[in-house]
């Protein structure tokens, strides 16, 4: 069960941070509509949300999800990939610190982005993608093992965070590319688990962002063929309008850290 979210507002140099989407620019008044909208959603979930102030210093700061990892036992301030996003790990230290006594940290040259790390039940994905190396992922395998999780590395290319394409909803479903379904270890832990795939269509690749939320499934808004796929599966659906955030590369998990 999920109790608690972390969220930070969006800054007003939100429109200068970093992005391949050529989506145009976003409006900051709407983008802060969404966000609000994004905080009602956990709250609908039954999250409590802790919401951060704005830090005009760093454009991509309101996707808290690449500056930590977080669970039920242990919290990791990671070293995000990017040049420009390094230093908003400062600010979350003291956050982190009032839920966590144990708070671990990636250390240079090690870098992780918190987008490239997915948990499915006790085992962790980590993608190695330009944000996370192979320095960062090795640290956080050897602290995920501390804790008893289990680990798999997955290289990628052409995506800019592993959770971009893929979502673990719970129930043993997981929500995927198909080009990443075929990736030979996550066939092999599909299968061997016996979980259920539920295959993005090329039109909708990005709702494969979405977001198990205790009893409901947060999904971006107007992504049709999802919602009657998760529908049929029995999922209390709950949508959002997501573009603002998706002009500047953002999905739903990236907005949070939740435990
Ligand atoms: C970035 O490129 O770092 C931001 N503009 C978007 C980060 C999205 N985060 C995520 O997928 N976890």
């Known amino acids: ?44 979930a039954g999250l409590s949300v802790q919401v951060l ?3 005009e210093n760093y454009p991509d700061s ?30 979350i230290k003291p956050v982190l610190e009032e839920y966590y006594d144990n708070l671990h940290k990636i250390l240079p040259p090690g870098t992780v982005d918190g987008g490239d790390v ?8 980590i993608g190695l993608t330009n944000r996370t190396n192979i320095e960062g992922a090795n640290q956080l395998e050897t602290i995920l093992k501390e804790y008893n999780y289990t680990t798999t590395k997955i290289y ?14 719970g129930n043993n479903i997981i929500l995927v590319w198909k080009e990443l379904a075929e990736i030979k270890e996550f066939k092999e832990f599909f299968e061997k688990n016996g979980m259920t795939m539920v295959i993005s269509d090329p039109n909708e690749l990005y709702s494969a962002n979405s977001l198990r939320l205790n ?9 049709p063929i999802l919602h009657n796929k998760l529908k049929e599966l029995d999922f209390n659906i709950l949508t959002l309008s997501m573009n603002e955030f998706q002009k500047m590369d953002g999905g739903l998990s990236c907005l949070s850290l939740r435990f």
Not at 15 to 43: F, M, N, V
Not at 163 to 169: A, D, E, P, V
Not at 215 to 223: M, N, S, T
């Open 53 to 55: 102030n704005a830090d």
């Open 156 to 169: 990628l290319d052409k995506i800019l965070h592993l959770k971009t394409g893929i979502s673990y909803l």
């Open 215 to 223: 009893d409901f499934v947060l999904i971006p808004k107007e992504y």
């Open 62 to 91: 309101t996707f808290v999800e690449d500056i930590a990892i977080v669970n039920e036992k242990l919290a990791i301030i990671t070293n995000p990939g990017a040049v420009s996003r390094k230093g908003e790990i400062i600010s």
């Open 118 to 125: 997915l948990k499915v039940e006790n085992h962790y994905f």
């Open 1 to 44: 069960m999920l109790k608690k979210a972390i969220v930070k507002k969006p800054a007003k140099s939100f429109q200068y941070g970093i992005t391949k989407a050529q989506l145009g620019q976003p409006d900051y008044d709407i983008t802060l509509i969404q966000h609000e909208k994004y905080i009602e959603s956990l709250k609908i």
